[in-house]
């Protein structure tokens, strides 16, 4: 069985999807399984990486570009955004070596790299079948056009089970993290680094520094006034992640309404960033929402105490360790921190849960027997299994030709 893995994103963007292709190939490689490890730029490190030439979604020239095909409508073939863009140049060169090296599976969580290979392969230029790994929260009109397909989350599957969005191909399978990386302990000298003191409370949150969705402007109104309320606290917020439209902005603002107990870091090198889960003594997520955030794996395997809001995903993510709050109260949060920058007790309790419940559901062993199952379901699947799962879901009928390259219906 000859496997990729891809993503557009890996080798220029810092975000959780191109974290999982990274790790998804190297577990397998690892295992000794034949595996490619598919990026849009950077350097093939290792023998079984391969750079795959695209137009990077923060060129300059993609937004000279973008805009004016919105004009003529070419967002129904897929160039309506700079990610769009860019997906589809990376999958068009993608699918030459997906051909040329006669690969059996193609897994990944860019949606748009595993339609345009699922078309490929109806159209017979590759063998290859396409499974998406759901980390981007595509709506049910877009789910249903994917034949394969796992949620992280088992709620989300029931969730797509009541929309009457479902097919019989698809599964639950966790995302993983490599626990002998983000394991538990103490870090002194990040914390020299970041001039935080050894003895101060260090809350931490790895996430796009934006609003919209990851709240982070909300972050810092509840560590604002846990502060002000509580000036004597030696209390500190860390927060790492990749750069956004927004990110300057929110910076800023930490930095007005924080000072120096703010220690935003961007683009922090991914190799460094076990250091900072154990340079912390507890982690916080403020989405409403979410998939299955990389981030939050790392942070209980590190044995912090999760915070995050009252969602059925991310209290199954946490189990017992962490507390799930409603994070749409203003003041849950800053309650909730204090209640762990005060009592290191509970702090160790709940970091030992975060740890054994990481160790037991998402360990790489676990999660990697569960994914290689499910390519060889893939493999086993007859061409009209596609067909009769398309007809139960409620998608288009077979008489319906789609767009060639288009996510939207």
């Known amino acids: 069985m000859k496997i990729a893995i891809a993503s557009s994103g890996l080798g220029h963007i810092t975000r959780g999807i191109e974290s999982w292709a990274h ?14 490890l598919c990026k849009g730029a950077g350097a093939a490190d290792t023998d079984f990486e391969r750079v795959i030439r695209c137009i990077h979604r923060e060129s300059p020239r993609v937004q000279r570009f973008v805009n004016p095909v919105l004009l003529h409508g070419l967002w129904r073939v897929g160039l309506a955004t700079p990610y769009d ?21 193609l897994h990944a969580q860019d949606p748009t790299i595993v339609l345009m290979t699922q078309r490929a392969r109806r159209a017979g230029f590759v063998r290859t079948r396409a499974i998406l790994g759901h980390g981007t929260n595509e709506p049910h009109k877009v789910l249903r056009k994917f034949e394969f397909l796992h949620h992280g989350c088992p709620s989300h599957l029931q969730e797509a089970r009541d929309k009457g969005c479902y097919r019989p191909t698809w599964r ?3 995302n993983f993290i490599p626990t002998d990386t983000f394991r538990p302990g103490r870090c002194d000298a990040m914390r020299d680094e970041l001039n935080i003191p050894p003895d101060a409370f260090v809350l931490f949150c790895a996430s796009a520094i934006k609003r919209k969705h990851k709240r982070v402007d909300y972050l810092i109104d509840e560590f604002a006034q846990l502060i002000s309320s509580h000036s004597e606290l030696p209390a500190y917020l860390v927060l790492a992640g990749g750069e956004e439209a927004e990110t300057d902005e929110l910076v800023q603002l930490g930095r007005d309404r924080l000072g120096d107990r703010f220690k935003p870091l961007i683009g922090f090198p991914r190799h460094r960033i076990p250091d900072l889960y154990r340079a912390a003594d507890a ?20 044995g912090l105490p999760c915070l995050v809001h009252q969602y059925h995903a991310l209290e199954w993510m946490i189990g017992d360790g962490g507390r799930a709050i409603d994070m749409s109260a203003p003041g849950a949060l800053a309650g909730a921190v204090l209640h762990l920058a005060t009592n290191a007790q509970e702090r160790q309790r709940l970091g030992h849960a975060a740890r054994t419940h990481c160790l037991d559901n998402f360990s790489p062993d676990n999660v990697i027997n569960q994914i290689l199952d499910y390519y060889r379901f893939a493999l086993g699947v007859g061409a009209g299994a596609g067909v009769t799962a398309r007809k139960s ?17």
């Not at 589809?88 to 059996?104: G, M, S």
């Not at 409403?288 to 395997?301: G, H, I, K, V």
């Open 23 to 36: 790790d998804t190939a190297h577990a397998l490689h690892a295992r000794g399984h034949d595996v490619i």
């Open 85 to 105: 863009l860019e997906a589809t140049t990376f999958t068009w060169n993608l699918l030459k070596i997906l051909r040329r090296e006669k690969i059996d599976i």
């Open 172 to 174: 639950a399978i966790p």
């Open 283 to 302: 982690f916080v997520l403020c989405s409403l929402r979410e998939m299955m955030p990389l981030a939050l794996l790392e942070a209980l395997a590190s």
């Open 393 to 409: 879901s409620g998608a288009h009928s077979a008489r319906h030709r789609e767009p060639v390259l288009s996510l939207r219906d």
